[in-house]
């Protein structure tokens, strides 16, 4: 069985599970348009340029996910340290780690305890059930108003969501100050302003 043969049978079997195209999308971090690919095997058609980033051997391991998240604390201080002036503490403290439900929330949590910070957990309007599709803060975790964000999720595939999270931090009342990812697979510097900082870039040689 070849690796894409693997991902058509991993997508097939989460999506006998129940899972949405969407959900199906962020368990193995590729886009709509390659989950669709995947689903209807459409051989006939050219694959959407796409990368599958497979990181479970960390994921799965709680040791691993919190070495991790050192690294993504890590990775932000020495950037600002190393940074271009005028960059000062207003524009770079922050008091609120977003995680970005589901793969970025254990992430952000580990990052919050790491940090000192409180934790809030933004649900993305992909996965909201309902015909109005919206993005929400949880009700269950910290409020973001008039709080500083540092917005944290795994994977950059589209930057969609990105997008949707830092619009509705900043019309609640947040300042979004930084995104946090493992892995940018599109090279995205800034989601509206907002600088972002992977801990890995994926690139694409054509």
């Known amino acids: 069985m070849t690796s894409l043969d693997e991902l058509i049978s991993r997508a097939q079997v989460l999506l006998s599970d129940g899972h949405s195209p969407e959900q199906i ?10 989950v669709t690919w995947l ?29 991790t998240a050192e690294m993504m604390i890590r990775r932000y201080e020495v950037a600002i340290e190393d940074g271009p002036p005028p960059i000062g503490p207003s524009e770079t403290d922050f008091d609120t780690i977003v995680g970005i439900s589901l793969s970025g929330v254990p992430m952000a949590t580990l990052i919050a305890q790491g940090t000192g910070t409180r934790l809030a957990i933004y649900h993305p309007a ?55 990812v493992l892995f940018d697979k599109r090279g995205i510097k800034a989601v509206e302003g907002v600088p972002v900082f992977p801990l890995y870039t994926v690139s694409r040689i054509d």
């Open 25 to 34: 999308g962020d368990e193995l971090s590729l886009s709509m348009e390659t």
């Open 126 to 180: 992909k996965h909201n059930p309902t015909q109005k599709k919206v993005g929400s803060i949880s009700g269950s975790f910290a409020p973001v108003a008039g709080h500083s964000c540092i917005i944290v999720d795994d994977v950059i595939t589209t930057g969609r969501t990105l997008h949707e999270v830092v619009d509705y931090l900043r019309s609640h009342g947040a300042k979004p100050v930084a995104v946090w």
């Open 39 to 67: 689903l209807t095997q459409q051989r006939s058609e050219e694959a959407p340029k796409d990368v599958h980033i497979d990181w479970t051997a960390t994921s799965t391991d709680a040791r691993m996910l919190d070495l």
